[in-house]
């Protein structure tokens, strides 16, 4: 990057951290640190919520999930509305009128301590992994731009984060989430504006697409009903409404930036405008991702677009195999390279049975480079068995590194930075708040001062920081890192929200059989998803039904037991 890029991205992060100590000064008490004494307006708590949600995994892997395999992947969102009214109606006023820290704590009010604590330790386990997948998303950029392992730069970006959430709580995470997603959503029309600039003069938008569609990049819509289809219509309204509902409705790090709205209506307003907000923001995150793919039909696309994995690998005694292989793939864009030019007359013309032989045999061009790019995949593994052979989360930072003018590298990269700290500082603060409240504060210590359990929180925050880190330094293995935190939550969402539902809708349930039913219904899940049964978007499903099936049940047999006694 050039002095330019480095600048704007090293003063965008000093600004963003400064802001948020600066505004989050003087949180001296627990309300303060954990819920910064909910006084922040709607929008706010939007932003916030949007923050969470939108990791640097989504603007880093999303393009590349687009650039492989289409936009199917924006309907996993067509369900986000629907629990955002579902939440408004009851979530919301039910924890605002009970006061409490973290959702966990109406489960004790209304069936024990076990059921909270297994819902509690539930939200433990998969956000501290998915925080650590968070956490890797954004070292891969830096190793990138420093050529250096993904080690050192995820143990700097953890320690970044770890510093501004201990010292400024929920505060400073909201008042600095608010600043980075205006910055991010102009970044984004920028490199928008940009990908279609850099196309040759004669491609416009309009023909982006269409060069991308023939190639089966624009399939957003798919009304089959296949219950291995990871992304249809049905997929996203049923299973990702069960998965958003639990995800807003009783993950901590979402229930916990609403619950800092100054009243019900400004949760309720912030909650529905990001159910509004974030399908089209997800849309043009995908389509940005399917224009850099039809960039790349027109401009020779890397070998292996992990910089840093191929020039280990060039370096090796393999190099000039790799060079051998870098030439056959050369000369096989060159050959989709005329394919590309019939296809483009094809479309002038409007001649349709031109057009699908062009299509057929784009299509095969694509398949044979992704042939040769396996054989450098294998040439990696060879070299280095430890290797991290999967690209697909480096596609969109080469595009940006490579061809975007200097200064917007700069943005764009501190955009992921920030979206990033965003959403793992929220992680963070939720981890410690369900620590301190739901573990500390109840069982180890009831009668502690306040200032005691700041303290706490603040220690909490630095050991779930810790263990993220730890986390993330495995996160290389995973593939898509956008798919994979999603399908982590599709394996425990599904039964914390049957808990909930459970809570509040079926009054003659008592605490021992929603407790069971939890812990049975969570095993049959992780069997189920193990065994590849259904898509891993129905796993939400699955667990919830589950869940209140098996309360139902097992609450009726202790009734007719206990009256035959």
Not at 6 to 30: D, E, M, P
Not at 151 to 168: K, R
Request: glycine fraction near 8%; charged fraction near 15%.
């Amino acid at each position: 990057m050039s002095i330019l890029d480095w600048s704007v991205l090293i003063i965008t992060l000093v600004v963003i951290v400064v802001y948020g100590i600066y505004k989050s000064r003087g949180a001296q008490n627990i309300h303060g640190y954990l819920l910064g004494n909910q006084s922040l307006p709607w929008y706010h708590v939007c932003l916030s919520v949007m923050a969470t949600q939108a990791s640097a995994i989504t603007f880093l892997s999303a393009p590349g999930l687009a650039y492989s395999s289409g936009m199917s992947f924006v309907q996993f969102y067509f369900g986000l509305p629907l629990a955002m009214i579902v939440l408004c109606i009851t979530f919301v006023p039910i924890f605002h009128r009970l006061k409490v820290y973290t959702a966990y704590e109406y489960l004790e009010q209304r069936f024990d301590l076990k059921t909270r604590a297994l819902t509690a330790f539930l939200f433990l386990v998969q956000r501290g992994l998915s925080t650590g997948i968070t956490i890797y998303a954004p070292s891969i950029i830096l190793s990138t731009i420093l050529d250096i392992n993904t080690t050192y730069t995820t143990l700097f970006i953890g320690s970044l984060v770890i510093f501004y959430t201990v010292y400024g709580g929920t505060k400073a995470v909201s008042y600095t989430q608010m600043l980075q997603m205006s910055i991010i959503f102009c970044g984004l029309f920028a490199a928008g504006i940009m990908v279609v600039q850099l196309l040759p003069a004669d491609v416009g938008f309009g023909r982006a697409i269409s060069i991308a569609g023939k190639m089966g990049r624009t399939n957003a819509i798919d009304f089959k009903f296949d219950l291995n289809n990871q992304y249809t219509v049905w997929t996203g309204l049923i299973g990702g409404f069960f998965l958003q509902l639990s995800y807003f409705g009783t993950d901590q790090s979402q229930v916990g930036r609403y619950l800092s709205g100054a009243s019900v209506s400004q949760s309720r307003l912030g909650l529905l405008m990001n159910g509004l907000v974030k399908i089209p923001m997800q849309f043009l995150i995908l389509l940005i991702g399917v224009l850099v793919f039809t960039f790349y039909q027109y401009n020779r696309p890397p070998v292996f677009f992990n910089s840093f994995e191929l020039n280990k690998l060039e370096k090796s005694k393999y190099g000039p195999q790799l060079n051998q292989i870098k030439n056959d793939y050369d000369r096989a864009f060159d050959a989709k390279q005329a394919v590309v030019r019939q296809m483009n007359q094809a479309l002038d013309l409007g001649d349709e049975s031109a057009i699908g032989l062009q299509r057929k045999a784009l299509q095969a061009a694509d398949e044979k480079e992704k042939a040769i790019r396996t054989q450098v995949t294998e040439l990696m593994l060879k070299n280095d068995n430890q290797a991290n052979v999967k690209d697909n989360n480096y596609i969109f930072l080469s595009f940006v590194t490579q061809y975007l003018p200097k200064g917007l590298i700069g943005l764009l990269i501190a955009i992921i930075f920030l979206a990033s700290m965003g959403s793992t500082a929220s992680a963070l603060n939720s981890l410690a708040s369900t620590t301190v409240i739901d573990i500390y504060k109840r069982l180890i210590k009831k009668d502690g001062s306040d200032r005691q359990y700041l303290q706490a929180s603040r220690l909490a925050t630095v050991f779930w920081g810790v263990v993220c880190i730890v986390m993330a330094l495995y996160a290389s293995k995973i593939g898509n890192l956008l798919e994979a935190v999603n399908i982590l939550g599709s394996y425990i969402y599904g039964t914390i929200l049957g808990v909930f539902l459970v809570a509040f809708y079926v009054p003659y349930v008592k605490g021992r059989a929603v407790f069971v039913a939890g812990v049975f219904a969570q095993l049959l899940v992780i069997v189920i998803g193990q065994l590849d049964l259904v898509a891993y978007l129905w796993l939400n499903v699955i667990g919830c039904v589950l869940v209140l099936v098996f309360s139902v049940t097992l609450q009726g047999l202790s009734k007719t037991l206990s009256a035959e006694t």
